[in-house]
């Protein structure tokens, strides 16, 4: 029997699975954000596994990630990491709705910011080095502003966004496939991992 890699077709797969982060650098004192994250698309299973993934290896294991629900259809309760499990919360008004806070074992806190998955990456790679440099002192929804990007609501009826829970078949294909593989997979941890 013969086995045949293709690394082109497992080279985007591979590709999505990098965070797309951005940290102010370790010793410096962090301005008011201590970087930014953007993510590919609003679904917390499908993104959150890989950024606490990341962070497990640079910063120490993370324990909880909150988030302002304006941004996020669904916020699970807790996402699978290699190894462990992360508590994920939210809270309304006491968090910036373009924040991602993750906290560790440490005990650390990062504030992120989170730029939104579908802006232009020339954009995207400025606001992630502003919210990085630690002479930042604008909160993430003033960065967002001040560079023209808009955050928006939450995503709603008629806006054209779908989960992929009730996307239309033949939707986004390996993406719905992963998303719907993620859910599993946190519907079956314990509760108390």
Not at 121 to 127: F, H, N, P, T
């Amino acid at each position: 029997m013969t086995t045949t890699f293709d690394r082109a077709a497992a080279a985007p797969a591979a590709l999505e699975s990098v965070p797309r982060l951005s940290l102010t650098p370790g010793g410096v004192r962090p301005g008011r954000l201590d970087g930014a994250w953007w993510p590919r698309s609003r679904d917390l299973l499908l993104e959150l596994p890989s950024l606490a993934a990341e962070l497990d290896a640079r910063w120490g294991r993370v324990t909880r990630i909150t988030v302002n629900p304006a941004q996020w259809p669904v916020v699970p309760r807790r996402v699978p990491v290699t190894g462990h499990t992360v508590h994920v919360g939210w809270y309304t008004t006491e968090q910036d709705e373009h924040m991602i806070m993750v906290c560790s074992y440490a005990p650390r806190r990062l504030d992120l910011l989170v730029v939104p998955p579908g802006t232009d990456s020339a954009d995207a790679a400025r606001l992630m080095a502003e919210a990085a440099d630690p002479a930042n002192t604008r909160t993430a929804s003033e960065l967002l502003a001040a560079g023209g990007v808009g955050g928006g609501a939450r995503p709603g009826p008629g806006s054209g966004f779908l989960p992929s829970s009730v996307a239309p078949p033949g939707g986004t294909g390996a993406a719905d496939r992963r998303a719907d593989t993620a859910r599993s997979r946190a519907a079956s941890w314990p509760a108390s991992a």
